[in-house]
T-cell receptor, first 113, second 115 residues
C-alpha cells in the first residue's frame, strides 16, 4: 500500500536559518504530493503541491520538488521565521482507483527568535 | 467564500455513549472526507462522501459511520465510544472527487474527549 515517511521532529531552528524537512513516499502509479501545515489549535492548511515528476510547488517562501527517481518531496525554506512554528505534514493521493489520501506522521518545527 | 466549518469544536463524552459531529463544506464543494488525528496514530482517513454516497473508506470499525445530505453537509457518528476514540476529528472538502491532484480544504476540527 501507499506510505509516507517524514523525518522525526521536533526540528528546532533559530530565526533566519535554512529549513529542510525530508519526506519520502511509496506509491503505485503517479501520485500527487502535498505539504500541509497545522498551526496550534487549527486544522490543516495546504502549503504547496506538485502533481507530476519534476514539478516544484512553492508558497510563502517554502518549496518542494517532486523527485520520482528518489521518491522524495522534501520541504525547504531559505530563512525561517518564528511564525513558521507549526506541524508540517507530507501527503500523497494516489492516481486512479480509490481516493484514500496518505499522510506522514507530521514534523514539528520550532523557530526561536 | 466561507471555509469549511465544523461543529461542535469541543466535546466531552463518556465511554459507551455515542456522538455526532457535523461538517459544512465550502459552498459548491461536493465531496467531504473525514479524518481522525491522534498523537499515536497521526492523521488517518475515515471515509469520503459524495452525492450522499460513501465513496471510499479507511480502516476503521463499523462504530464509525457517516452520511451526507443533499446540500453536501456531512455528519459523522461514533457509537459505543471508547477511550481510544479521543482525538481531533477533521473534515475536508473538495469540489470534484476523482481528481487526485485536487486540493482538499480542511476545517478546524472537533476535539473529542472520551472519559
Amino acid at each position: 500500500g501507499n506510505s509516507v515517511t517524514q523525518m522525526e521532529g521536533p526540528v528546532t531552528l533559530s530565526e533566519e536559518a535554512f529549513l529542510t524537512i525530508n519526506c519520502t513516499y511509496t506509491a503505485t502509479g503517479y501520485p500527487s504530493l502535498f505539504w500541509y501545515v497545522q498551526y496550534p489549535g487549527e486544522g490543516l492548511q495546504l502549503l504547496l503541491k506538485a502533481t507530476k515528476a519534476d514539478d516544484k510547488g512553492s508558497n510563502k517562501g517554502f518549496e518542494a520538488t517532486y523527485r520520482k527517481e528518489t521518491t522524495s518531496f522534501h520541504l525547504e525554506k531559505g530563512s525561517v521565521q518564528v511564525s513558521d512554528s507549526a506541524v508540517y505534514f507530507c501527503a500523497l493521493s494516489s492516481s486512479g482507483g480509490s481516493y484514500i489520501p496518505t499522510f506522514g506522521r507530521g514534523t514539528s518545527l520550532i523557530v526561536h527568535p | 467564500k466561507a471555509g469549511v466549518t465544523q461543529t461542535p469544536r469541543y466535546l466531552i463524552k463518556t465511554r459507551g455513549q455515542q456522538v455526532t459531529l457535523s461538517c459544512s463544506p465550502i459552498s459548491g464543494h461536493r465531496s467531504v472526507s473525514w479524518y481522525q488525528q491522534t498523537p499515536g496514530q497521526g492523521l488517518q482517513f475515515l471515509f469520503e462522501y459524495f452525492s450522499e454516497t460513501q465513496r471510499n473508506k479507511g480502516n476503521f470499525p463499523g462504530r464509525f459511520s457517516g452520511r451526507q445530505f443533499s446540500n453536501s453537509r456531512s455528519e459523522m457518528n461514533v457509537s459505543t465510544l471508547e477511550l481510544g476514540d479521543s482525538a481531533l476529528y477533521l473534515c475536508a472538502s473538495r469540489f470534484v472527487p476523482g481528481q487526485e491532484q485536487e486540493t482538499q480544504y480542511f476545517g478546524p476540527g472537533t476535539r473529542l474527549l472520551v472519559l
